[in-house]
């Protein structure tokens, strides 16, 4: 594969709802979009970063950086061995997943197409229908909050996953759990407590959640480990894993019992089968998590949830609960049951919406 032409572009997106997690607030969002052109064919790919370094050090602006002073020189115009070369030549650069992720999967987009074969195919998928649940942020009030989990749980969403911080956690889950004693719940701290808040993480046992997500340090293995050891509830490690190599060392001390896959966060595809194959071999249930993707985003997403080892509901829900109009035709939907179709045609399965996406668009810069 040899691509001709790269281009990236910043598009402005207000979401229809806020979305606030332990580390702040977002209400618009700035998404890097990628497109590549190769073989006469064209891919796509999405930068996950938050518009701030809270989640993570990305922002739109270190990947606009590292892709057009480093990713884009060491693959233009190149004659590339297929993706195995691509990754090999972006080994080299540190860290920086988000970035390689969105010109990474745009070349698997474009060598799905190539192969007249779904993505989802493509990087190894068998599901044709994945599960869903939601992320609901931390709202104004616990009256709020109980009134979205209605909505949600109403248009038929497997799983809700709440935020949680110190002083929105404890009490917030009891009145959760009085109006709510069935549903299939679970927590995500985003790294808001230390191992000085065990006694109050050990607390939540009483609420059986399906897991905790990455209630420690945003980078931390260890502690997890230490944690976990003194919690019935089963931890989740996000944000700590970046590679296959971090996923092994994690079921290996203990520090968790479930992984969520970002694509981003880990680098593209290559890199989130890896993942999940150490994961499979350890019987380590997968999910896949979301970044308040635009359509591009979530398609690579469903993509990947099609592996056999995303057996618990994921973070990807329908355009709607994000945008007024999404970026991709059509848009994502989600069936009564909580289910997402995984597309059955030639590549992401979803057409980019090039004249919304020009819109949008607030800068842009071509390479060839
Ligand atoms: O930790 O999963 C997270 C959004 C932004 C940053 C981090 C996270 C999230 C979510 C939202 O939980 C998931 C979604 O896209 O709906
Ligand atoms: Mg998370």
Redesign the pocket.
């Known amino acids: 594969m040899k691509i001709d032409r790269i281009e990236l572009r910043e598009i402005r997106m207000p979401l229809v709802n806020f979305?606030e997690?332990s580390f702040g607030r977002?209400t618009n969002r700035r998404i890097v979009l990628v497109r590549a052109d190769a073989e006469g064919l064209t891919g796509w790919g999405e930068v996950t970063a938050?518009e701030e370094p809270f989640?993570s050090y990305e922002t739109p602006e270190t990947a606009w950086h590292v892709l057009r002073d480093f990713l884009i020189p060491a693959t233009l115009g190149l004659e590339l061995a297929g993706l195995q070369d691509v990754g090999a030549r972006f080994k080299r650069i540190r860290g920086h997943g988000m970035a390689k992720a969105a010109l990474e999967n745009a070349l698997w987009d474009i060598e799905a197409q190539r192969r007249g074969l779904p993505l989802a195919k493509l990087v190894g998928g068998t599901l044709e229908e994945i599960p869903c649940g939601?992320?609901i942020g931390i709202q104004n009030s616990i009256e709020d909050l109980l009134d979205t989990i209605e909505r949600e749980v109403g248009a038929g969403y497997q799983r809700i996953?709440i935020?949680i911080k110190p002083g929105w956690d404890f009490i917030v889950l009891e009145r959760v759990r009085e109006r709510f004693p069935r549903i299939v719940l679970s927590v995500?701290a985003?790294s808001a407590y230390t191992p000085a808040d065990a006694d109050r993480l050990r607390s939540f046992d009483c609420f059986y959640l399906l897991m905790i997500?990455?209630p420690l340090g945003w980078n931390d293995i260890l502690d997890h480990a230490w944690l976990q050891r003194q919690l019935q509830t089963a931890i989740c490690l996000?944000?700590s894993i970046h590679d296959a190599e971090d996923a092994r060392k994690a079921i290996e001390v203990g520090a968790c019992k479930i992984i969520?896959l970002?694509l981003g966060r880990v680098g593209g595809h290559s890199s989130a089968r890896e993942v999940h194959e150490v994961c499979r071999a350890h019987k380590i249930p997968v999910w896949c998590?979301?970044?308040?993707?635009s359509g591009i985003g979530r398609a690579h997403n469903i993509a990947m949830s099609a592996l056999a080892g995303f057996t618990l509901p994921g973070?990807v829900?329908a355009s709607r609960?994000?945008w007024t109009e999404d970026i991709i035709d059509p848009e994502v939907t989600v069936t009564p049951t909580g289910t997402i179709r995984v597309p059955q045609t030639p590549g992401l399965g979803y057409t980019p919406k090039l004249d919304r996406i020009e819109r949008l668009t607030v800068r842009k810069e071509s390479f060839a």
């Open positions: 979305f997690t977002t938050g989640y939601v992320s996953k935020k995500d985003n997500e990455q996000d944000e969520n970002k998590g979301g970044m308040l993707e973070d829900s609960r994000y």
